[in-house]
């Protein structure tokens, strides 16, 4: 018989196949118990490990450990424009929005930017009772980081109650908003992403499967029952060979270990220097160097907790 291993490819999803896109569509938002941006987009540095104690209430409590972590650097946003909802049977219904009319030309790669708007912040203001949420369009910044020139475009909720909403945003439109005011050491995000691909790839290296005995068949790299006859079809969860990575996965409940303004000390494999923010957030995260990563507020309401002693091997 082979040599069994941990199963790499999980039954839970279907239909495996590979993202649309980098950027990732946010389902839900987190709006309670926060106010300004309930999101952000950082890009994937690398990864380090650093010499740390052991949180509270682990087996490892107050032991000194070696933990891995994950370098994100994430250059400020800049707030393009405000957009009104209204609730309505078949879901959110836009109802207005006001652009920025002197945004930097470098957004243009992305969308072609507005030179007026016909609704201003008093229109926002006058009839808000007819709203029911706010929302930004904020820009992405890599070329800050020199590794890319063209800008993502996300839409981005915002925390409160409406009067909230629309008051953080008309104090940032046309500004930037720096990753220090959307998180701080010990809170807890979610991160979306797409995964590192893989191509297409056969259902051991896929679904983790056995090798067939050497004497059993012709082919050992290949499944056996493919289930019943009597079905006359082949249900999702046979591991069957297709595509592997490349996949648009939500990560819940990373904590981040530091925020830090300045940028990392040290040259980064496969992504250089970092010249922007950064977050040191504990464990991996999906997707390889220089991948776009959508942070989100923790929609399990975790507290933050203490960050201990950190030091850099």
Request: charged share 25%; aromatic share 8%.
């Amino acid at each position: 018989m082979g040599k069994k291993s941990p199963r790499r490819g999980s039954r839970a999803f279907w239909r495996k196949q590979r993202a649309v896109s980098q950027k990732s569509r946010v389902r839900f938002w987190n709006t309670d118990g926060t106010d300004g941006l309930c999101g952000f987009a950082a890009y994937k540095a690398g990864m380090t490990t650093i010499l740390t104690v052991g949180e509270k209430g682990t087996p490892y409590e107050g032991t000194q450990m070696v933990m891995p972590v994950t370098l994100v650097e994430a250059p400020s946003l800049y707030v393009y424009s405000i957009i009104a909802y209204k609730k309505t049977v078949e879901g959110l219904k836009r109802a207005g929005e006001v652009c920025v009319t002197n945004a930097p030309k470098q957004f243009n790669k992305s969308i072609n930017l507005a030179k007026k708007t016909s609704v201003k912040i008093e229109d926002f203001k006058s009839r808000i009772g007819e709203f029911d949420l706010f929302r930004v369009i904020a820009f992405t910044q890599p070329f800050k980081a020199n590794f890319k020139k063209t800008s993502e475009v996300l839409e981005i909720a915002l925390g409160g109650d409406k009067q909230k909403q629309l008051d953080w945003a008309q104090a940032h439109l046309g500004k930037e908003v720096p990753v220090t005011q959307f998180v701080k050491p010990g809170d807890y995000l979610d991160i979306i992403a797409v995964t590192k691909g893989h191509g297409w790839q056969g259902l051991v290296k896929r679904m983790g499967v056995a090798l067939q005995p050497r004497k059993a068949t012709k082919r050992r790299r290949h499944g056996g029952s493919l289930g019943g006859e009597t079905q006359a079809k082949i249900m999702y969860t046979v591991p069957r060979a297709g595509q592997y990575g490349y996949f648009r996965r939500t990560e819940l409940n990373k904590k981040v270990l530091t925020v830090s303004e300045k940028p990392f000390e040290k040259p980064i494999k496969n992504f250089g220097v970092m010249k922007n923010p950064y977050l040191m957030i504990k464990g991996s995260i999906a997707g390889p160097e220089k991948r776009l990563l959508q942070l989100r507020k923790n929609i399990r309401n975790t507290k933050p907790t203490e960050v201990g002693q950190i030091e850099l091997l």
